[in-house]
Each structure stands twice: as structure tokens, then as C-alpha cells.
């Protein structure tokens, strides 16, 4: 299992940011998928997850109706499309599945 991520960067507040999670040696369409992130001194905690088929999501309530998790299993990639940033979704953002991680993508929301 391989996962890489991509997408982060620098962002004022209210700004938009896309991560990418590219997956590779397994089954992708199989498996479910989660976008985990932490921030200094924090614990790692879980943003969203989306079903294998894409069907079901699920969303931890401080990102609900601002961050939306997508995937194309034609492309074996995850996506979590993220509005309204604020500098509390400062972080880096980890994509998850079969247990295994990726090596995170830096997030920043600073004026």
C-alpha cells in the first residue's frame, strides 16, 4: 500500500485548498478511505471518510459543511476540498486506508 498526498500550502482565512491522496497497491475502489490531520501539541484526529464505492461519508463536526471528500476510483485518488479555512484547520493532513498512511501534506491558514 502506498499513499501519497498533495495539495497543501499557505492560505489566508476563509481561502480554498483541494488535497490530493494518490493510493496504489491495493484494490482501491475496495477499500474505504479517511483524511486524518495534526496540528502541534494535538493528537491526531479524524476529518472525513468515504466508503469504497463512494457511496457513504462521514465528517467530524468541526469541518462539517465546509470540507467535502470525494474519489475518483478511475484514478485511484481521494480528494478533500476545503472552503472556508480557518487558522484552527492548521495542520498536516494525513490520507488513511487498510491501516496504512501517507507521509502528510502540510496545511497553513494565516493572514
Known amino acids: 500500500v502506498h499513499l501519497v498526498e498533495s495539495g497543501g500550502g499557505l492560505v489566508q482565512p476563509g481561502g480554498s485548498l483541494r488535497l490530493s491522496c494518490a493510493a496504489s497497491?491495493?484494490?482501491?475502489?475496495?477499500?474505504?478511505v479517511s483524511w486524518y490531520r495534526q496540528a502541534p501539541g494535538k493528537e491526531r484526529e479524524l476529518v472525513a471518510a468515504?466508503?469504497?464505492?463512494?457511496?457513504?461519508?462521514s465528517y467530524a463536526d468541526s469541518v462539517k459543511g465546509r470540507f467535502t471528500i470525494s474519489r475518483d476510483n478511475a484514478k485511484n485518488t481521494v480528494y478533500l476540498q476545503m472552503n472556508s479555512l480557518k487558522p484552527e484547520d492548521t495542520a498536516v493532513y494525513y490520507c488513511?486506508?487498510?491501516?496504512?498512511w501517507g507521509q502528510g501534506t502540510q496545511v497553513t491558514v494565516s493572514s
Open positions: 488513511n486506508a487498510k491501516q496504512n
Open positions: 468515504i466508503s469504497g464505492p463512494g457511496g457513504s461519508r
Open positions: 497497491g491495493f484494490t482501491f475502489s475496495s477499500y474505504a
